[in-house]
């Protein structure tokens, strides 16, 4: 090779990387999470005194539609305020956390909704309990754990997720591999030990039934209430039955990471590997933005889902701590890194409303919360930064 073109390449090379760990470095958490805490101290100005807490700001709006402890969404906010105590250490934030996680607690001893469970109270009382150790807060997750555990079925080997919408039999969907985790930690801490077998029985039906060859997962599976049987693979909030859901393949990465730190069961680990490899292999956008669904008929003119990528940013990271393969590591580290430096970069919300993040979809086919901020993308985002910056 001719010597001066030799050079100019390493000379490019360096620089690029240069440029590269120099934009890495700039990255500053620190001005993110202070982005954050803005932002919530505005929302709490807005919120009604009524027990309520803020679920979605439409797209062409700047004000929060508020939502009951029912809704599936009411852990999020809470959770968002107790990990911002956990980033300040400002007292204030601890107050609000208690004050709106308060409002849950119904869902530890009402009759059990649905799966949804594990995200309402988990992530506030849960969060809460891990930075306070209030004894009260344990209780709560304790109740909640075993009012989750009834929606177990045995034949199935999986927990029912929407009991009030049968769809033909026993249906248990993706997302709800997110709430094993409340389960997992009931159980090693003072709760029913049947909860751990319960957790770790649907999670492996789970891994047996929910994908499809090449790992990208359903949303949905429907099984033979009785026979405990697979019938069919569907979806509901994704494009067809086919496709990759964006939020449904996020739920599992973290899902089965989560699952394989609480087990430590290696082919739980193997999976997840799996099936980040498949989200990371089919992820085409520039910025690591998912769009909502990756099959979608109109890409590139179909809305994003940053609450995908917050989501799967935060169990790369975990995920890129269970692996001894350094190339792997450095490809989970680099491609987390990049999708929050995206959506801190790019998808902030500022002045159009005072959630953290725009451009989350929550249910395309229903036309509802399309391209707008939504409480759980700005959860896993700050639970992201927190995760990063432990990492630093
Ligand atoms: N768990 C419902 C959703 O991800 O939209």
């Known amino acids: 090779m001719n010597t001066k073109f030799f050079c100019l390449i390493v000379t490019l090379f360096i620089l690029g990387n240069q440029g590269y760990s120099q934009k890495d470095n700039s990255f500053n958490i620190k001005k993110q999470l202070e982005y954050c805490a803005e932002q919530a101290s505005k929302t709490l100005k807005v919120i009604p005194n009524d027990g309520t807490s803020p679920r979605t700001v439409p797209n062409g709006s700047s004000e929060w539609k508020f939502v009951t402890y029912k809704d599936w969404t009411s852990g999020f906010w809470p959770g968002e305020l107790w990990f911002l105590y956990e980033a300040t250490k400002d007292k ?45 807060y344990k209780e709560i997750i304790l109740k909640t754990a075993d009012t989750l555990a009834t929606l177990f079925n045995p034949k199935v080997g999986t927990i029912q997720s929407w009991p009030h919408n049968k769809m033909g039999g026993h249906n248990t969907i993706i997302d709800n591999m997110m709430n094993l985790e409340l389960l997992f930690w009931a159980s090693k801490n003072g709760g029913n030990k049947k909860l751990y077998d319960i957790a770790v029985k649907h999670a492996e039906t789970t891994m047996a039934n929910h994908f499809r060859p090449d790992n990208t997962s359903y949303h949905v599976i429907i099984y033979d209430f009785e026979t405990g049987k697979k019938i069919k693979g569907r979806t509901a909030q994704g494009y067809s039955d086919d496709s990759m859901w964006a939020r449904g393949q996020a739920w599992a990465i973290y899902g089965f990471t989560m699952t394989y730190r609480e ?15 498949v989200y990371l292999d089919k992820l085409t956008t520039e910025d690591l ?19 995908a990528a917050a ?25 987390a890194k990049k999708m ?45 930064l927190l995760r990063l910056q432990k990492l630093k």
């Open 92 to 136: 204030k934030w601890e107050k609000e956390a208690d004050k709106f996680s308060r409002f849950l607690t119904p869902l530890s001893v009402s009759k059990a909704g649905d799966h949804d469970l594990g995200f309402q109270v988990f992530n506030s009382f849960g969060n809460g309990y891990r930075l306070t150790k209030n004894p009260e």
């Open 263 to 277: 087990t430590k069961d290696a082919k739980f680990l193997d999976f997840a590997h799996k099936l980040a490899r």
């Open 289 to 307: 933005i998912p769009y909502w669904d990756f099959n979608a008929p109109n890409i590139p003119n179909e809305p994003r889902d940053a609450s």
């Open 311 to 335: 989501i799967v940013s935060s169990a790369l990271l975990e995920l890129s701590s269970y692996t001894k393969d350094k190339n792997l590591k450095a490809e989970y580290l680099t491609k």
């Open 340 to 384: 929050i430096v995206s959506l801190s970069d790019n998808y902030q919300s500022h002045d159009v409303n005072s959630a953290f993040l725009l451009h989350s979809t929550g249910h395309k086919p229903a036309g509802s919360e399309i391209d707008c901020s939504i409480n759980y993308a700005d959860y896993y985002y700050l639970e992201a």
